[in-house]
């Protein structure tokens, strides 16, 4: 059974950076797409950011982009997500989530997920 644990997220001001990283519990992330959701209260889940098995194609949220970076290390079966200029519509809980197909934005289309873990972005 593979597990995807999500570090703890935290508050931060706006403005701020924190940094997000999900383990798998095995060897796993290697050959799987990685991504990262979030989803805010009263709101349907979104996509952020997802990065290729190689780690050599990303693609962001148009809401994220140029502010997040999503990056993997194979060798320690880890991926995280860099947030920087975090603004209060930050705020949500984030996941992290695996699938075997090429990167997607499609949440359906991932079939592992990560317990998810709150960010909250103060004003």
């Known amino acids: 059974q593979v597990q995807l644990v999500e570090s703890e997220g935290g508050l931060v001001q706006a403005g701020g950076s924190l940094r997000l990283s999900c383990a798998a519990s095995?060897?796993?992330?290697?050959?799987?797409?990685m991504g990262w959701f979030r989803q805010a209260p009263g709101k349907e889940r979104e996509f952020v950011a997802a990065?290729?098995?190689?780690?050599?194609?990303?693609y962001y949220a148009d809401s994220v982009k140029g502010r997040f970076t999503i990056s993997r290390d194979n060798a320690k079966n880890t991926v995280y997500l860099q947030m920087n200029s975090l603004k209060p519509e930050d705020t949500a809980v984030y996941y992290c989530?695996?699938?075997?197909?090429?990167?997607?934005?499609?949440?359906?289309?991932?079939?592992?997920w990560g317990q998810g873990t709150q960010v909250t972005v103060s004003s």
């Open positions: 095995r060897l796993f992330l290697s050959r799987n797409t």
């Open positions: 989530a695996a699938t075997a197909l090429a990167p997607t934005t499609v949440a359906d289309e991932y079939d592992y």
């Open positions: 990065i290729s098995w190689s780690g050599r194609t990303t």
